[in-house]
């Protein structure tokens, strides 16, 4: 694959922004998505190990002295395996057994994380919410380690509890059987159809599970796209203000799609205009803006997720038939 952050556009300064930005665990397992996808393997393993040095005595990876969150952590571990290989399904085997930090990410994902009757983990720990974000952050991790029918055991119980017509709320308490973040947020879609192609690229033995519904995300969000070529921060409410990572997610999820054979080449042309609808945004100097903006994500920003997404959704359009 070619390497797109060698070329003349402006992905290397997109890179250089995301390197230089403080990461959360989730974050740094995302950057180093991105740096799996543009061919950096090693800078990627680098952002995995430390990780490990900051990863809590349970096992989450990147968490000591960071946050109470439960699964973000397990978000590092896919550059502990290294890129997608889906022609050597042993490959993720391996690199649990030569890793004793991964093995214990995955030991706690598999059988000591917080998480419902059914299996569905819980996002926080002393919560028992179930969060959008988790399906990105556990299932590609999932896949990559050998793991498929917990992968799809995580999407069946978000989608149940989630999902509403293809489009996903933020947040569910077990407890009260409730939303209790209702709203059709855009980057907890993003985040569900992004993390199903990821576990996808892994593992293509799972696609007559998960495509599908992949798809399904795909269509109802674009249903609702706006006349900028993006999407309200909340999906269905023309009052949100306008946000431009749910259509890097989805230009990830369709490029993705169609390189792998998952969707029709119709998507080829999906995913390249989201691109160009989100290219004005990033200035000068890498910063891609207009997205849910770190720390809180609850207003217009910047934030190292985007900045990665924004590379992975130009790797996934590199992969792309010229």
Do not use: K
């Not at 952002?47 to 096992?59: E, K, M, N, R, W």
């Amino acid at each position: 694959m070619t390497d797109p952050a060698a070329g003349p556009s402006r992905q290397h300064p997109v890179l250089l922004a995301l390197l230089a930005m403080q990461r959360h665990s989730w974050e740094q397992g995302v950057a180093s998505h991105a740096l799996l996808d543009l061919g950096h393997t090693d800078l990627a393993r680098l952002l995995a190990l430390d990780a490990v040095v900051h990863q809590s005595p349970d096992g989450r990876l990147g968490t000591v002295g960071e946050e109470s969150g439960s699964v973000n952590g397990a978000a590092c571990g896919e550059a502990l395996i290294g890129r997608p290989a889906p022609d050597d399904p042993a490959a993720g085997a391996r690199a649990v057994a030569a890793h004793p930090a991964l093995a214990a990410q995955l030991d706690w994902l598999l059988a000591r994380a917080p998480r419902a009757a059914d299996g569905t983990l819980f996002h926080v720990i002393g919560s028992r919410e179930v969060w959008a974000d988790t399906v990105y952050m556990v299932v590609p991790l999932l896949a990559a380690a050998g793991h498929p029918g917990e992968a799809v055991r995580q999407v069946a119980g978000h989608r149940e509890r989630l999902c509403s017509g293809g489009l996903y709320a933020a947040r569910w308490d077990e407890d009260t059987a409730a939303l209790t973040g209702p709203e059709h947020w855009g980057t907890g879609s993003g985040w569900v159809a992004a993390g199903i192609a990821r576990a996808l690229r892994h593992d293509p033995s799972l696609e007559p599970a998960l495509a599908g519904h992949a798809r399904e995300i795909v269509d109802a969000c674009l249903a609702l796209r706006r006349p900028d070529g993006l999407f309200g921060n909340v999906l269905d409410d023309p009052a949100s203000f306008p946000e431009a990572n749910v259509a890097q997610m989805l230009a990830y999820t369709t490029c993705t799609g169609v390189a792998d054979g998952w969707l029709p080449p119709s998507y080829a042309a999906v995913g390249r205009s989201l691109i160009a609808a989100v290219a004005p945004l990033v200035t000068p100097d890498g910063l891609v803006t207009g997205v849910c903006g770190a720390p809180v994500f609850d207003r217009p920003g910047t934030s190292a997720e985007a900045q990665s997404f924004y590379l992975m959704a130009q790797a996934a359009a590199a992969r792309l038939p010229v």
